[in-house]
């Protein structure tokens, strides 16, 4: 009866997306079962074996859906770098922050799951929509400097993304300020600042 229920809202699909992204979020990605994933959206047993091979299939859907969301949270912030090309950067900062605080299930599937984003085609094209947006921010950054001058763009995007991921990992996990004396988003911003003007990528003004 349940099964027929979700059915009849039409998204089966999307409702053991959502349980799962929920399960992570409270359990981790590894604690928990299909059957549980199940139980959470309202289906039988079986029914997710209707859309996915095994947990490993449903996760990394859950990290798709998280990669496109994720994507287009980063292109607004950036918004083609207007008003100034820095400020839009360091609004992707924030974005970054809010959206693992937000929907921090899809972020776990995303980066703390193990799942293999390079043998899942989907997946893998959803993870490199997000590292195109901090790339072509990458590339507008350095573009008041000379051609010869400039820092490889996919070097500076990548280190800005482990660098928001390590705010993430180790500030704003827990309790506000239970890590360090000052907000996540502070120390994120300053840390970019710093590393932007070490390449010359911002005046020291």
Avoid at 80 to 108: C, N, S, V, W
Avoid at 160 to 167: K, L, P
């Amino acid at each position: 009866m349940a099964d027929r229920k979700s059915y009849h809202h039409g998204n089966l699909r999307q409702a053991l997306v959502e349980a799962t992204a929920a399960l992570i979020e409270e359990l981790g990605p590894q604690a928990f079962t299909m059957s549980e994933a199940a139980r959470r959206a309202g289906v039988s047993p079986a029914a997710p074996y209707r859309h996915f091979k095994g947990r490993d299939d449903l996760i990394e859907e859950v990290a798709r859906l998280g990669f496109l969301e994720f994507t287009e949270r980063l292109d607004a912030a950036f918004d083609d770098g207007h008003p100034r090309t820095l400020t839009a950067f360091l609004r992707m900062g924030q974005a970054y922050l809010d959206f693992a605080r937000e929907r921090p299930g899809y972020y776990m599937a995303m980066f703390e799951s193990g799942i293999s984003i390079a043998g899942n085609a989907e997946l893998s094209q959803a993870s490199e929509k997000a590292q195109g947006v901090l790339l072509h921010a990458a590339k507008a950054l350095a573009s008041r400097l000379p051609e010869n001058q400039r820092p490889p763009a996919r070097m500076v995007a990548n280190h800005i993304w482990a660098m928001s991921h390590g705010v993430v990992e180790l500030f704003s996990r827990g309790r506000p300020g239970r890590r360090a004396p000052v907000e996540p988003a502070e120390m994120l911003e300053s840390g970019v600042i710093i590393y932007l003007r070490g390449l010359g990528l911002i005046p020291d003004d």
